[in-house]
């Protein structure tokens, strides 16, 4: 079964525009996070946003804030005044179980963001 | 700012020979990994090393891949006799023990077997 779902191979939006990138998970354990990677065309993973399970806010870091619904194990990022430089391959990630140890990343099959200008 | 370094950022090789990818790790971190990424597809999960030894790896880690650290900075991933579908973009990562919870990539190595 997929544990990391996102439904929008490709995504097309004005320049200054916010944008929704989806990203459904799934797993039994109580313990674990949600990450979001972008990786422009010049193939390197950017870290963007991390999410724990057992935060209460909804994490931010500049224009990106994840969009955190816990009972519908929903994880959206969201990019506020999109640019141009926003146009890449977006990654939803999870790791399960406690922050210790050597914890494998799970990722989804990533999301094609397109800026018009 | 650290960061994880990667050599080389692309080799291209024959059928059925051993290559060897390299990365350094940034120098406080102690869990390692390697994940790959085929062409136009998602991240995949290759293994995680901990304290020199594998904490886990995947099913596509069987025996024609082997990891070690030989020294104190470098981390590498040997693929002892590659085949056409070994094509992919290798990128390491690192992690600093116990409360971190951000794995840093790195740039990534193109390997193409022909």
């Known amino acids: 079964a997929q544990k990391i779902t996102q439904t929008q191979p490709g995504m097309f939006v004005q320049e200054k525009e916010a944008v929704t990138l989806d990203c459904t998970y799934d797993?039994?354990?109580?313990?674990?996070?949600l990450f979001w990677y972008k990786q422009p065309s010049s193939g390197e993973m950017i870290f963007l946003i991390y999410?724990?399970?057992?935060?209460?806010q909804n994490a931010t870091e500049g224009r990106y804030s994840l969009n955190f619904q816990k009972a519908r194990k929903s994880a959206n990022l969201v990019i506020s005044a999109s640019q141009l430089g926003d146009s890449a391959m977006y990654f939803c990630?999870?790791?399960?179980?406690?922050?210790?140890?050597?914890?494998?990343?799970?990722f989804g099959q990533g999301t094609r963001l397109t800026i018009n200008p | 700012e650290p960061e994880v370094t990667q050599t080389p950022s692309h080799q291209v090789t024959q059928m059925g020979q051993e290559v060897i990818l390299r990365c350094v790790p940034i120098?406080?971190?102690?869990?390692f990994y390697w994940y790959r990424q085929i062409l136009g597809q998602k991240v995949e999960f290759l293994v995680s090393?901990?304290?020199?030894?594998?904490?886990?790896k995947s099913e596509i880690f069987d025996d024609q891949f082997s990891v070690e650290r030989p020294d104190g900075s470098n981390f590498t991933l040997k693929i002892r006799s590659t085949k056409l579908e070994d094509s992919a973009m290798y990128f390491c990562?690192?992690?600093?023990?116990?409360?971190?919870?951000?794995?840093?990539f790195g740039p990534g190595t193109r390997l193409t077997v022909t």
């Open positions: 090393f901990y304290n020199n030894e594998i904490s886990e």
């Open positions: 120098s406080n971190h102690l869990y």
């Open positions: 797993t039994s354990d109580q313990s674990y996070g």
């Open positions: 990562a690192s992690k600093v023990a116990l409360s971190s919870y951000e794995q840093y």
């Open positions: 999410q724990g399970s057992y935060d209460e």
């Open positions: 990630a999870m790791r399960e179980g406690r922050v210790q140890g050597a914890q494998k990343l799970v």
